[in-house]
């Protein structure tokens, strides 16, 4: 007899992996490419989280310029809450100081306690301006403002190629990066602390020059400086404990971290060092400010972590132990171990129950030619 299966669905291919989609990701990423050039000398760089998402959701569609557009709203539809969170964080950074006299004093000590014995008494901003900061601009002023820009992107951009690679990774990726700004903001408010300029401003330090967005003009890119150092003004100018700089920096490392070989490892980190090295130089942080925002990184992947592992786990005993299936047995899903139901009958091939002793047959028909004995032989049909 013959088994008839239903047909199987044909096995969904990238439509960019043919030639003609692989054009067209070509042709599309180009024009991204031109336009994120074009407005980046006029407008500015996007370091505002609503214009960088939009930057980054183009560069998706770019990319995927070949899949249907219900995927590419799927990508807008799931990232609305990330983008509505980050720009109230944004928002609320500049109520954190509340009026009150942000603390300063004590940054400077714990620098000076740290560092003080190798720099002389001077704080490692003020040590690092006075051997590398000149008037005119220096190379490493132009790797420190681009360094410094990261920041705005590199943390969104390696969550939207997650996103676009395994979704599962990208709610673990972004379940984290929430707690860490949640973290840091709720900080801001309790702990509201002054940067190295702004304490030079006032009097706590000599001059601090603020050169984070100096090495721009170099490009020809003063207006983009001009609007980022716009948007350093109008943000909380005491958020600077914890450096949240460089906790996403060293946050999406140590994500990433366990997937990339060993070799490589030397140079994620150089990322956060390089990150921490320059926010001391361009004196937007003290070195406390680091090493806080470090441990705030690793405190948001403890309890992240034990969070997951707890709601997994009540999820577990929510389950219904195994067993013989009950009123509520899924039975499309049934254990692989489960003996069939006691009201099922049994397989054709099971041994019927028979006396130990062969009987004679009785003249009582039988519903079939043959039948299966204890010898594993056909038995002839009784006589009529």
Same mark, same amino acid.
């Given at each position: 007899? =013959? @088994? @008839?299966t239903d047909p199987q669905p044909p096995a969904r291919t990238d439509p960019s992996a043919s030639p003609d989609g692989g054009r067209r990701r070509v042709i599309a990423m180009a024009i991204w490419s031109v336009a994120f050039v074009v407005c980046w000398l006029t407008i500015g760089l996007p370091t505002d989280p609503v214009y960088a998402f939009v930057w980054i959701w183009a560069g998706t569609i770019a990319w995927n310029s070949a899949r249907p557009w219900r995927d590419h709203l799927r990508f807008g539809r799931d990232w609305a809450p990330v983008v509505i969170l980050l720009a109230l964080y944004n928002l609320s950074r500049g109520f954190a100081d509340n009026g009150a006299t942000p603390h300063s004093y004590e940054l400077i000590v714990a620098d000076l306690v740290m560092f003080g014995w190798a720099t002389g008494g001077e704080v490692p901003t003020i040590w690092l301006q006075e051997r590398f900061y000149r008037p005119e601009l220096q190379w490493w002023d132009i790797a420190a403002s681009w360094v410094y820009f990261s920041h705005f992107v590199v943390a969104l951009a390696a969550a939207a190629v997650l996103w676009m690679r395994n979704r599962e990774r990208w709610i673990a990726y972004m379940s984290r990066f929430g707690f860490l700004c949640a973290s840091g903001l709720a900080t801001y408010f309790l702990y509201p602390a002054a940067p190295p300029w702004w304490a030079a401003q006032y009097g706590l330090l000599e001059e601090v020059a603020r050169i984070s967005t100096r090495g721009w003009r170099a490009f020809g890119m003063g207006g983009a400086g001009n609007l980022l150092n716009a948007g350093q003004i109008a943000s909380n100018p005491v958020a600077a404990m914890p450096s949240l700089h460089t906790a996403w920096a060293l946050f999406v490392v140590v994500f990433f971290l366990p997937s990339v070989r060993r070799r490589w490892w030397p140079l994620l980190f150089a990322y956060p060092l390089a990150m921490t090295l320059t926010l001391v130089y361009s004196g937007e942080h003290y070195v406390?400010? @680091?090493l806080v925002g470090w441990a705030y990184v690793g405190l948001t992947f403890l309890v992240v972590g034990l969070a997951e592992r707890w709601w997994a786990a009540r999820r577990g005993r929510r389950r219904p132990a195994d067993g013989p299936p009950g009123p509520d047995h899924d039975p499309q899903s049934p254990p692989a171990s489960e003996p069939p139901p006691a009201s099922e009958p049994a397989p054709a091939l099971s041994a019927? /129950?028979?006396?130990?002793?062969? *009987?004679?047959? /009785? %003249? *009582?028909?039988? %519903? =079939?030619?043959? =039948? /299966?004995?204890?010898?594993?032989e056909p038995a002839s049909s009784p006589a009529k």
């Amino acid at each position: 007899m =013959a @088994v @008839v299966t239903d047909p199987q669905p044909p096995a969904r291919t990238d439509p960019s992996a043919s030639p003609d989609g692989g054009r067209r990701r070509v042709i599309a990423m180009a024009i991204w490419s031109v336009a994120f050039v074009v407005c980046w000398l006029t407008i500015g760089l996007p370091t505002d989280p609503v214009y960088a998402f939009v930057w980054i959701w183009a560069g998706t569609i770019a990319w995927n310029s070949a899949r249907p557009w219900r995927d590419h709203l799927r990508f807008g539809r799931d990232w609305a809450p990330v983008v509505i969170l980050l720009a109230l964080y944004n928002l609320s950074r500049g109520f954190a100081d509340n009026g009150a006299t942000p603390h300063s004093y004590e940054l400077i000590v714990a620098d000076l306690v740290m560092f003080g014995w190798a720099t002389g008494g001077e704080v490692p901003t003020i040590w690092l301006q006075e051997r590398f900061y000149r008037p005119e601009l220096q190379w490493w002023d132009i790797a420190a403002s681009w360094v410094y820009f990261s920041h705005f992107v590199v943390a969104l951009a390696a969550a939207a190629v997650l996103w676009m690679r395994n979704r599962e990774r990208w709610i673990a990726y972004m379940s984290r990066f929430g707690f860490l700004c949640a973290s840091g903001l709720a900080t801001y408010f309790l702990y509201p602390a002054a940067p190295p300029w702004w304490a030079a401003q006032y009097g706590l330090l000599e001059e601090v020059a603020r050169i984070s967005t100096r090495g721009w003009r170099a490009f020809g890119m003063g207006g983009a400086g001009n609007l980022l150092n716009a948007g350093q003004i109008a943000s909380n100018p005491v958020a600077a404990m914890p450096s949240l700089h460089t906790a996403w920096a060293l946050f999406v490392v140590v994500f990433f971290l366990p997937s990339v070989r060993r070799r490589w490892w030397p140079l994620l980190f150089a990322y956060p060092l390089a990150m921490t090295l320059t926010l001391v130089y361009s004196g937007e942080h003290y070195v406390i400010d @680091v090493l806080v925002g470090w441990a705030y990184v690793g405190l948001t992947f403890l309890v992240v972590g034990l969070a997951e592992r707890w709601w997994a786990a009540r999820r577990g005993r929510r389950r219904p132990a195994d067993g013989p299936p009950g009123p509520d047995h899924d039975p499309q899903s049934p254990p692989a171990s489960e003996p069939p139901p006691a009201s099922e009958p049994a397989p054709a091939l099971s041994a019927p /129950t028979a006396p130990t002793a062969p *009987t004679a047959p /009785t %003249s *009582t028909p039988t %519903s =079939a030619t043959t =039948a /299966t004995g204890d010898a594993g032989e056909p038995a002839s049909s009784p006589a009529k």
